[in-house]
């Protein structure tokens, strides 16, 4: 079997392991939705339900069984530097959209990337609450509850969604076209949005973690899309410092644009820390 096609089918395989660990993960969460689970704040800012913790070791526990070798990032684990030397990452939000889980709210979602040399090679999320299943190997499409999914075709006309300090920076050609949506409270759905064609792009705040990102990533890959950073930079996933910059989400030639803005905003700033 030629080297690719040898890829394609290990990529295969593990986004058939963290599909049905995924769903599985799904109904574990159903059981806490809407029946008022206990809840934590991390750093007095972050909420973390019992329902992320119970999903979060149910994810541990199955995907390390299934492979032993790999190493495992997870929001709501403490990281391991083992990792850091593993061939292969598992990159984990248990639920991805705390706040509008808790909240009662249907947009979260269980996140799974697997992650090789910076690049994620399987993804999915999974979103119980409102039917939904995105999934994505490397070099085999994105899909949504099975079927091919695509970025939006240029339009004069745009749905943008992220902060209003960011979409309030775009040129005015452009911010006189762009109609903005509203607050999405999981990251890794927004994003998933961009790539089945809701949203033409999204900004993304500074201090996105991998965790929110890197299933997420792959699937806007896979569509036709792509994630930068202010440099024009896609993100890599599984190192040291899980954190990221300010980025934009979306596809050619409005890509470019939004990662233009991202790019004076933080010019403005660290010109402002310079003084």
Not at 87 to 98: A, C, K, L, Q, Y
């Amino acid at each position: 079997m030629p080297e690719s096609d040898k890829a394609l089918h290990a990529h295969a395989e593990d986004l058939s392991l963290i599909t049905g660990v995924a769903r599985e993960a799904g109904r574990i969460a159903l059981k806490y939705f809407r029946r008022d689970p206990e809840v934590w704040w991390k750093g007095g800012t972050s909420p973390v339900s019992e329902a992320d913790l119970a999903v979060d070791r149910f994810l541990r526990e199955a995907l390390l069984a299934a492979r032993p070798a790999y190493g495992w990032l997870s929001e709501e684990t403490a990281a391991a530097p083992e990792r850091l030397s593993a061939s292969r990452v598992f990159i984990v939000d248990p639920i991805d959209g705390t706040r509008a889980f808790i909240g009662g709210r249907p947009t979260w979602c269980i996140s799974i990337a697997v992650v090789e040399e910076g690049r994620t090679i399987a993804g999915v999320l999974d979103c119980p609450a409102v039917e939904e299943v995105y999934t994505a190997a490397r070099g085999d499409g994105a899909f949504a509850n099975g079927t091919r999914i695509s970025v939006k075709k240029p339009a004069a006309d745009v749905v943008i969604a992220g902060p209003k300090s960011m979409l309030s920076k775009l040129p005015a050609d452009l911010f006189q076209r762009t109609r903005p949506h509203g607050y999405v409270p999981s990251l890794a759905y927004r994003i998933a949005m961009v790539a089945r064609g809701t949203l033409d792009a999204t900004f993304v705040k500074p201090n996105a973690h991998d965790w929110d990102i890197a299933a997420a990533d792959l699937l806007l890959h896979e569509a036709g899309g792509a994630i930068l950073n202010a440099s024009g930079v896609a993100p890599q996933y599984g190192g040291a410092d899980p954190r990221h910059r300010a980025l934009v989400a979306g596809s050619q030639p409005l890509l470019r644009k939004l990662a233009a803005v991202v790019a004076d905003l933080e010019s403005r700033e660290a010109g402002g820390r310079s003084l």
